[in-house]
């Protein structure tokens, strides 16, 4: 049997659990949320990377849809949009029952693998999402919302980004409280986009197993989004998860310059560089005609996944495609229906079935139980925080 094949049959048993994709934005950015414009019971090849019929090519067992929303809205406009980015996940579900299962524990995503439809569960990326409160951030557990990426790419008040200047070195003392409210309600705490200070200060306060979305190594490219092996060595004390992402700009080396010339094209006509319509894509594919684009494959994203089983251990490690939130994708990974060619991959490198099953599968389940036993012992303890960003950091929430 060839690897392509065998890979195949390794999913069917323990399927992917993807930590990242950007269908919701997507579909607010391209259709305003108008699911009949945007059916992803049809073939979307050409708009989307999602899809279902592509999701259950690529052996997806269970999907953390992100409920992201850009960092230039903040306030109560962001807490909004995160709102509506949960009620249409909410409405993918409902409209696609026989695929898609609401899931919110371990319990959930090991219902819908027996039931053979895809858990669908939700992260928050960005700590602008609850606009300073922890009341907001027990609204959104309650909505359903498992993890919050705790910035996205700019600083927020009480978080250092990765891709913004340094400004408090770390987590300020409202956002190590933030930590600590996510461990007792038992949403996991998500370091991908973090400054290394933020990474650094999540980890000694997490009484919780940590994630990382969609991150990868940096010290296979030097990416600030990227993962330092101090961080990755240290999340068998935490029992935390990094799952490696595809996105090229932060796996290629090469690709980096390239991608700073394509953002600077895009906001030069006046669009966002993370804008996915198909103005936007038309622009991005005009812009790579005419500077052909270095290229990832599904070997670049592998050779990540080795440095980090190196580094981290297999029981430390996962997938974050963050599909449908780039503009490209790696060949060998053009969408969703990719992963078994990245399985066979890892089969050609002589990865065992069973570490496979704990990096597709097993690892991400486990993450999530440990986080819900963490939350249970935190509960029995002590009850909600109504500490103020104006209490522990001098600041007033806007």
């Not at 049997?1 to 934005?25: C, I, K, S």
């Not at 052996?59 to 962001?78: I, P």
């Not at 695929?99 to 669908?120: C, P, Q, V």
């Not at 669009?271 to 290229?295: G, Q, S």
Request: negative net charge; proline residues 4%; glycine residues 8%.
């Amino acid at each position: 049997m060839d690897h392509l094949a065998r890979a195949r049959e390794l999913l069917a048993v323990h399927p992917v659990v993807d930590g990242h994709n950007d269908l919701p934005w997507a579909l607010r950015e391209q259709v305003g949320y108008d699911l009949d414009a945007r059916d992803i019971a049809a073939d979307q090849r050409g708009m989307l990377h999602t899809d279902l019929n592509r999701l259950r090519a690529g052996g997806v067992g269970g999907q953390f849809w992100s409920v992201y929303v850009r960092t230039d809205l903040t306030g109560d406009a962001a807490v909004s949009a995160t709102l509506e980015q949960i009620d249409v996940v909410a409405e993918l579900i409902a409209r696609y029952p026989t695929h898609l299962r609401r899931a919110l524990t371990a319990d959930d995503l090991e219902k819908a693998r027996a039931e053979g439809r895809i858990a669908s569960l939700m992260g928050a990326e960005g700590g602008h999402s609850i606009n300073n409160s922890l009341g907001t951030l027990r609204a959104l557990y309650d909505l359903g919302v498992r993890y919050m990426t705790l910035t996205h790419n700019d600083n927020i008040d009480w978080a250092d980004s990765a891709t913004d200047l340094s400004r408090l070195g770390g987590l300020s003392a409202f956002g190590h409280e933030v930590v600590r409210e996510m461990n007792r309600i038992g949403m996991l705490v998500d370091l991908s986009h973090v400054a290394d200070g933020v990474m650094r200060d999540a980890l000694a306060t997490s009484t919780a197993p940590v994630i990382f979305s969609h991150s990868s190594a940096r010290a296979v490219c030097d990416h600030p989004r990227n993962i330092p092996d101090d961080v990755l060595a240290a999340l068998p004390a935490n029992g935390g998860v990094a799952m490696a992402t595809f996105v090229p700009k932060f796996v290629l080396p090469e690709a980096v310059a390239w991608t700073l010339a394509a953002d600077r094209n895009m906001r030069e006509h006046g669009l966002h560089h993370l804008d996915t319509t198909p103005v936007a894509m038309r622009i991005h594919e005009d812009f790579e005609a005419a500077h052909p684009r270095p290229e990832a494959t599904v070997a670049t994203i592998a050779e990540h996944l080795d440095h980090m089983r190196a580094v981290a251990g297999i029981d430390h490690i996962g997938i974050g495609g963050d599909y449908d939130g780039t503009a490209f994708t790696p060949r060998g990974l053009e969408d969703v229906s990719g992963y078994p060619n990245l399985i066979a991959e890892l089969l050609r490198r002589h990865w065992s079935e069973g570490d496979l099953a704990k990096l597709t599968w097993q690892n991400a389940v486990r993450v999530l139980r440990d986080a819900e036993a963490v939350a249970r012992d935190e509960q029995s303890g002590r009850g909600p925080s109504h500490a103020t960003i104006a209490e522990l950091d001098g600041q007033r929430t806007r």
